[in-house]
């Protein structure tokens, strides 16, 4: 049974950071992508970061490009997400995720995904 268990999140003022972390009981963590989606209330789930299983490779959406970073310690079994300049529209859930490689030209799209956490939620006041 995977197990992905988020910590990190809280209150913060706009233009504050704030770093999530996304632990993994999984014996094969180097094998999975990982990625972070979030949910605001009354919206879809929307595809935040993805890194490749190695760590060479990350992609986000325009929407957060240039200020979260994703990254990964397969030793540790971790990923991470480091969110600096929040904006309130930043207020939501992060769930993390764990994607298949063979899964990994989709993941964007929450159908890609092997495994969630249960979420963490980030609020960001103005």
């Known amino acids: 049974q995977v197990q992905l268990v988020e910590s990190g999140g809280g209150l913060v003022q706009a233009g504050g950071s704030l770093r999530l972390s996304c632990s993994a009981s999984?014996?094969?963590?180097?094998?999975?992508?990982m990625g972070w989606f979030r949910q605001a209330p009354g919206k879809e789930r929307e595809f935040v970061a993805t890194?490749?299983?190695?760590?060479?490779?990350?992609y986000y959406p325009d929407s957060v490009k240039g200020r979260f970073t994703i990254s990964r310690d397969n030793a540790k079994n971790t990923a991470y997400l480091q969110m600096n300049s929040l904006k309130p529209e930043d207020t939501a859930v992060y769930h993390c995720?764990?994607?298949?490689?063979?899964?990994?030209?989709?993941?964007?799209?929450?159908?890609?995904?092997?495994?969630w956490g249960q979420g963490a939620q980030v609020t960001v006041s103005s």
């Open positions: 890194i490749n299983w190695s760590g060479s490779s990350t």
């Open positions: 995720a764990g994607i298949a490689r063979s899964d990994y030209r989709d993941y964007g799209a929450p159908r890609a995904i092997s495994f």
């Open positions: 999984v014996r094969t963590f180097s094998n999975y992508a």
